[in-house]
């Protein structure tokens, strides 16, 4: 069994070598289509949709398209991933900080999937969680799944006091799936490849430290103000 725990954090570490070999930004710039892709299949879906009483209170937003799960009893997980934080002014989301997931886990397990893995982050000690260089799910920060669908549009479940709500879509088969455990980490190298600086999540959601942004950038935060809306928008006075 411990050979196959080696074999299977082998082969993501390798993954993560590869990602790593990336300089100009465009594995970047796929990951943000696909999670732009990603959100609009979930909130085109009625009985599958996240709230949008809930999304549009969310502080921050955490993707993950893609993140591989694999394991026999001792499991392992890898992915990649951006966090975006919703301006307190305009209630506007911001531009993306990148983030990679990796970690083991243990448990009646087998198989292996592809999740997409989206997080709102509900109140301020989430999104102070989020600022930190690495941070767990479930440890450092509550996390619950978030209720779905046309019918808990209108249910009072929508106001719950969470930190973070996971939502996943599974491309595969799995048994005994969790995000509870799961370590995020700040990516400085993909933020390098992206933004051309070696930056923290903090220097980008919060600090303004981006300096030019990436016209690719520009268009994800059109597309997700869309795809994500702030309902209550501050009136001009």
Known sequence: MKSLFLSIVLSLLCTSTLWAQNQDGSKQ??????????????????????????????????????????????????????????????????????????????????????????LLVMTQRGLEGLLNEKFTLGGDIAVAVGPVGRHAEASADVFMQGEIYSYSRSKGIFGGVSVKGTIITSDVDANQAYYGKPLTAEAI??????????????????????????KNKPSAE
């Open 29 to 118: 710039r796929k990951l943000l289509r696909t999670a732009q892709w990603v959100l609009q299949e979930v909130q085109n879906s009625p009985d599958h949709k996240i709230p949008n009483k809930l999304i549009s209170q969310a502080k921050a937003i955490i993707v993950f398209p893609t993140m591989v799960k694999a394991g026999f009893f001792v499991g392992a997980r890898y992915g990649k991933g951006f966090a975006s934080v919703r301006s307190e002014e305009t209630g506007e989301w911001g531009l993306p900080a990148f983030l990679y997931t990796a970690g083991g886990s243990f448990g009646f397990q087998f198989g292996a999937e592809a999740v997409d893995l989206i």
């Open 205 to 230: 959601l919060l600090a303004n430290q981006v300096g030019t942004i990436p016209e690719s950038g520009k268009q994800f935060i059109k597309i997700f103000n869309h795809l994500a809306p702030y």
